[in-house]
């Protein structure tokens, strides 16, 4: 079965610094990965999705992340923080064998400090 | 276009009794998931339709839960007998064809709260 493993719960860099969110996953096939944001009381909402193809994947808001099949990971990075970016972050792993639903991380909770 | 969205925003209920949660996918989208998210976790699972059939209703808990998408767009999430450790975000999501690359479109969800 898939999992995903966010290393982090809570991250706090400070406003212009890097932004990096770690995300693990285990699957036995090819997976597709997916990045979604939770602002408070909203639906989450897809940053950006890797299929096929490049491994560096450019999304909304300036974030990008890359995969990386040999460490199994799909780490989320901005290069310079702004205060709306402050949000909940999960990673998410849709397998490739048939099965549509997405299995999420837990959840990184991304604080910006002025 | 309209996002997908969910009725009520809220619910309050008492242990024991029966609630309906409302999905209204994206217009056009065959595809209709429904997911459960617990404080502090991210979203689980319950059941996705194709049209009107479940083709995977894997996620669902035990049966006192139950979902319906009679006419292959607006669907109804069921839970009998709540209890208390139902208290939960139901998160709605729709897709254009259930595609697995496809990006999954959520709604802002219900919060149930079960008393």
């Known amino acids: 079965a898939q999992s995903v493993t966010q290393l982090g719960s809570h991250v706090s860099v400070s406003e212009g610094a890097l932004v990096l969110l770690r995300c693990n996953y285990s699957s036995s096939v090819p997976p597709y990965l997916f990045w979604y944001v939770q602002y408070p009381n909203q639906g989450l909402q897809l940053l950006l999705k890797?299929?096929?193809?490049?491994?560096l994947v450019k999304g909304i808001n300036g974030f990008e992340a890359e995969f990386k099949k040999s460490e199994t990971s799909f780490h989320l990075t901005k290069p310079s923080a702004h205060m709306s970016d402050a949000a909940e972050y999960f990673c998410a792993v849709s397998d490739g064998q048939g099965a549509q639903k997405l299995v999420f991380g837990q959840g990184t909770r991304l604080t910006i400090n002025p | 276009g309209a996002g997908v969205s969910q009725t009520p925003s809220n619910k309050v209920t008492e242990k024991g009794k029966y609630v309906e949660l409302r999905c209204d996918p994206i217009s056009g989208h065959t595809a209709l998931y429904w997911y459960r998210q617990s404080l502090g976790q991210g979203p689980e699972f319950l059941i996705y339709f194709q049209g009107t059939g479940a083709a995977d209703d894997s996620g669902l808990p035990n049966d006192r839960f139950f979902a319906v998408r009679p006419e292959g767009s607006v669907s109804t999430l069921k839970i009998q007998r709540t209890e208390r450790g139902d208290s939960a975000v139901y998160l709605c999501?729709?897709?254009?064809?259930?595609?697995?690359?496809?990006?999954?479109?959520f709604g802002p969800g219900t919060r149930l709260l079960v008393l």
């Open positions: 999501a729709s897709s254009l064809e259930g595609g697995l690359q496809e990006t999954q479109y």
């Open positions: 890797y299929t096929t193809g490049a491994t």
